[in-house]
């Protein structure tokens, strides 16, 4: 079935590091991928989101590139604040008649000052 | 408006109690969702509603009992909770179910957050 891996644990880094996530994904169809993001104590909001091969979402200093071959969607920011401080949840979607979304396990994000 | 309102944001219950968890948007969307979400955990979809109808029931306990009223509200029944139904319950929604640009996009609300006690 259609699947979403991520890296495993949480992720500490300094402001002004660089942040990759990473994201890999299993699909029989041809899925639009997604990052969501919660920051402590709120709902899921939507950070950005590619619908076909080679497209690059990007929003609030992040970027993400749908990557077919290798069946990828890392998640990048150049220089990350302590606002950025979440869990990162990297999800696809097929039309399968509904959109159902399958999340991956989740990344929490600590940026320390 | 692009958001989903949920109430109450907060909610403690009791075994035998009866109680319900509201949903609202009104961005126009034809399909909308419960999501439960365990901590530290991605959320697990459990209901979905399609052109107000039920569409997908994902093995979800009796005891939790969706409605949707109107294209625009979402309710989600609960009687006879257990302590384990503790969670962050969230509703969602999106464009209809054909494939556009915005296909699979979800719009989430604050969530529910539950305690059974």
């Known amino acids: 079935g259609d699947s979403v891996t991520q890296m495993e644990g949480p992720v500490t880094l300094s402001e002004e590091a660089f942040l990759t996530i990473n994201c890999t994904y299993t699909?029989?169809?041809?899925?639009?991928l997604f990052w969501y993001v919660q920051y402590p104590g709120e709902g899921l909001q939507l950070l950005l989101k590619?619908?076909?091969?080679?497209d690059k979402g990007s929003n609030k200093g992040f970027e993400a590139t749908y990557r077919k071959e290798t069946t990828s969607f890392h998640l990048e920011k150049g220089s990350v604040q302590v606002s950025d401080s979440a869990v990162y949840f990297c999800?696809?979607?097929?039309?399968?008649?509904?959109?159902?979304?399958?999340f991956g396990k989740g990344n929490q994000v600590v940026v320390i000052p | 408006d692009t958001e989903v309102t949920q109430t109450p944001k907060h909610l403690v219950m009791g075994m035998t109690n009866k109680k319900s968890l509201k949903c609202e948007q009104h961005m126009g969307h034809r399909a909308m969702y419960w999501y439960k979400q365990k901590a530290k955990k991605p959320p697990e979809l459990m209901f979905v509603y399609s052109y107000e109808k039920l569409s997908i029931n994902e093995s979800v306990p009796s005891r939790f009992s969706p409605e949707c009223p109107n294209s625009s509200l979402l309710n989600l029944h609960l009687h006879a909770l257990q302590p384990e139904d503790s969670a962050l319950y969230l509703c969602?929604?999106?464009?209809?179910?054909?494939?556009?640009?915005?296909?699979?996009?979800?719009?989430f609300g604050e969530g529910s957050r539950l305690t059974v006690l």
């Open positions: 999800a696809l979607s097929v039309y399968y008649g509904n959109n159902r979304l399958a």
């Open positions: 590619a619908t076909k091969a080679d």
């Open positions: 699909a029989t169809g041809y899925p639009s």
């Open positions: 969602a929604s999106s464009q209809d179910g054909v494939r556009t640009s915005g296909a699979g996009e979800l719009f």
